[in-house]
């Protein structure tokens, strides 16, 4: 995994701003893209009026029930552009959609160059695509480029049984030959200067074996983003989802890799992140609006 804020005419003249720069859109298929886009965000303003930032994420969440999952969507042979694809996800891009689509609806707006511009603002260093070192790669660096622009909050910290992890993060770089677009050399210096601002990074979280406690779990809401952490080498975050209630129990939605689609996973959290041998634990986001 994501991151939002302002007033009227400064709002309408970013948007138009940032609206010239749309035609460096990465589109999946781009009728069938913006045409997805415009009836979700039209159905769902009608459908959720009302309702709280995380109810909304919710409902737009489980409206993307069943996309297949896809890994890499974002990665191409054409250099880093601003991707929009409503017909493949993975753990992430599912979570910047429904985000950026929620986001969209809360400013009260129905246009598919609204989501485009908020989805930017959540994907991208101080919300502006331009290039591979300007995407928000570690989840603790999306957070805090986020939060820091208002677009979403981290309630872990405030969270009854939350604690704190230090990890330093460097696995992109460590890991170069992942990632393609690191050949080239002034992606990979810019990659390497972020992670030295995330040496002994120490972030807020909820440890796993806690997730079995009623007193903790209550605290969770419909709608929240949860990222789950991870005991692997130089990252913070191995996955990310939305939280759905049934029965009082909290679970995952996610665009699952092993289900090959995006799922309401059938055991409760506690459960999902106990079986995951490498996960530590979980951290929660809710939307500002």
């Keep these: 995994m994501i991151k939002h804020f302002l007033t009227g005419f400064f709002i ?7 609206c010239a720069n749309l035609h460096d859109i990465r589109f999946h298929d781009e009728n069938a893209d913006t045409t997805k886009i415009g009836a979700l965000l039209i159905e769902a303003t009608a459908a959720t009026e ?12 489980k409206e993307f029930l069943g996309t297949p ?19 493949e996800m993975d753990c992430t891009t599912y979570v910047e959609t429904v985000m950026a689509l929620a986001y969209t609806i809360g400013e009260g707006r129905t246009s598919w160059r609204d989501f485009a511009y ?19 790669h570690y989840p603790s660096d ?37 990632y393609p677009a690191l050949s080239d050399s002034i992606s990979y210096d810019r990659i390497r200067n972020t992670e030295l601002g995330y040496r002994n990074h120490r972030f807020p979280y909820i440890k796993a074996p806690k997730l079995t406690m009623k ?10 983003i949860v990222l789950i952490t991870t005991k692997t080498p130089g990252l913070d975050v191995q ?5 759905v209630i049934e029965d009082g ?27 995951n041998r490498t996960a530590t634990g979980i951290r929660i986001l809710r939307l500002n609006e």
């Design 12 to 18: 309408t003249t970013a948007v138009t701003c940032n």
């Design 50 to 61: 009302g309702m709280s930032p995380e109810a909304r994420v919710a409902y737009i969440g």
């Design 69 to 87: 999952y896809v890994a890499g969507t974002l990665e191409s042979d054409e250099g880093e552009r601003l991707t929009i694809n409503m017909e």
């Design 118 to 136: 908020n989805l930017e603002r959540l994907r991208y260093r101080s919300g502006e695509q331009k290039d591979f070192g300007s995407r928000l």
């Design 142 to 178: 999306w957070i805090v480029d986020n939060v820091h622009r208002g677009n979403f909050k981290e309630v872990t910290g405030s969270l009854a049984g939350s604690e704190h992890q230090v990890k330093s993060l460097d696995f992109i770089s460590r890991n170069r030959d992942k």
């Design 215 to 224: 007193d903790i779990t209550a605290q969770l809401r419909e709608g929240d």
């Design 239 to 243: 996955h990310m989802g939305i939280i």
């Design 249 to 275: 129990t909290p679970k995952l939605m996610h665009a699952s890799s092993a289900a090959g689609k995006v799922i309401i996973d059938k055991m409760p959290l506690s459960e999902y992140v106990r079986r």
